[in-house]
């Protein structure tokens, strides 16, 4: 069981990416699966902000206010793979991002199982 997040890189102020969060050993289509962000620094250490998440069942989707607009979350079953989609980037987007999944709705905020992270930088 594994969740592996890729994608990320360094970006002008302004530009796209595209995370994957891509599963193996069983089907993201089976929980919800959310995005979160840490961004490094003693007094950020330990501290992961929720991004997005699309839920289980009717595929609704959850953003946080600093990324409305910008950034889209889907799923590919067919490719067990979540997308994240990274428009308009800002400096202050800059984070290690993480997917994560739970068996309970977004709302919930219960996530078990984690992927290692990739990391995005946004050039001011």
């Known amino acids: 069981v594994q969740l592996v997040e890729s994608g990320g890189g360094l970006v002008q102020t302004g530009g796209s990416l595209r995370l994957s969060c891509a599963a193996s050993?069983?089907?993201?289509?089976?929980?919800?699966v959310g995005w979160f962000r840490q961004v490094s620094g003693k007094e950020r250490e330990g501290v992961r902000e929720?991004?997005?998440?699309?839920?289980?069942?009717?595929?609704?989707?959850h953003y946080v206010d600093s990324v409305k607009g910008r950034f889209t979350i889907s799923r590919d079953n067919a490719k067990n793979t979540v997308y994240l989609q990274m428009n308009s980037l800002k400096p202050e987007d800059t984070a290690v991002y993480y997917c994560?999944?739970?068996?309970?709705?977004?709302?919930?905020?219960?996530?078990?199982?984690w992927g290692q992270g990739t990391q995005v930088t946004v050039s001011s």
């Open positions: 994560a999944t739970s068996s309970m709705p977004c709302e919930r905020n219960e996530f078990r199982s």
């Open positions: 050993g069983f089907s993201l289509d089976d929980y919800a």
């Open positions: 929720g991004v997005s998440c699309i839920s289980r069942s009717d595929g609704k989707t």
